[in-house]
């Protein structure tokens, strides 16, 4: 089966630690992205990849890092400098970074911060 | 004025009527408009994209786009308590190789 794996399903991380959040996809799609949503509200950019090796800050890019050696691989880690990571982690990818692309989505990570 | 507004909701429509879901925006250079939906706990999954002007019909589902206007709407005929669902509308900025998206719109189908 294609799709995108986001992996765990629920992290809970103490305050203090960082974590990574795995996203794995067998698309063949070039681009990947991360997204953060908190309740109630819509989906905010962290970062995205269009290509192997090289990746951009999204809009709330601060206390995150990731890294793209891979193309079907895209690890997203909170660290202790992100102040309030407690959120619905989203990954997706698309054929292509340009225009009409759509994006897909995994089945996402949720964060806890006890 | 916000990149992407929608009214949160909740829309609350009878079993059998349409749902009508409307977004506005802010760039008039924006291309493709999508529409997800949102189940609770869920991630979101695509329901219909639209780039140019005109109505687009996939099944239940309308997509109307007015880059005049700046709006894009859905429509669901027929609603279903299955649709039941947040609602979210995403566009690909002028020259931005990434979606916004807007809060979303919640959808009550009530029987």
């Known amino acids: 089966d294609g799709g995108i794996t986001q992996s765990p399903k629920y992290l809970f991380r103490k305050e203090g630690q960082n974590v990574t959040l795995s996203c794995e996809q067998n698309?063949?799609?070039?681009?990947m992205y991360w997204y953060r949503q908190d309740p109630g509200q819509g989906l905010r950019l962290i970062y995205y990849s269009q290509i192997v090796n090289d990746f951009q800050k999204g809009d709330i890019a601060e206390g995150y890092s990731v890294s793209r050696e891979k193309k079907e691989s895209f690890p997203l880690t909170v660290t202790s400098a992100q102040k309030n990571p407690t959120a619905f982690y989203l990954c997706?990818?698309?054929?292509?970074?340009?225009?009409?692309?759509?994006?897909?989505f995994g089945p996402g990570t949720r964060l806890t911060v006890l | 004025q916000k990149e992407v507004e929608q009214n949160s909701g909740p829309l609350s429509v009878p079993e059998g009527a349409i749902a009508s879901l409307n977004c506005t925006y802010s760039?008039?250079?924006?291309?493709?408009f999508f529409w997800y939906r949102q189940y609770s706990g869920k991630s979101p999954e695509l329901i219909m994209s639209?780039?140019?002007?005109g109505d687009k019909e996939d099944g239940r589902f309308t997509a109307q786009l007015n880059k005049a206007s700046q709006y894009v709407s859905l429509l669901i005929r027929d609603s279903q308590p299955s649709d039941s669902a947040t609602y979210l509308c995403a566009l690909e900025q002028t020259a931005a190789s990434k979606l916004t998206f807007g809060t979303g719109t919640r959808l009550q189908v009530t029987l």
């Open positions: 639209i780039y140019s002007n």
């Open positions: 760039d008039r250079g924006s291309q493709s």
């Open positions: 997706a990818s698309s054929t292509s970074g340009g225009p009409t692309a759509t994006q897909y």
């Open positions: 698309l063949n799609h070039d681009a």
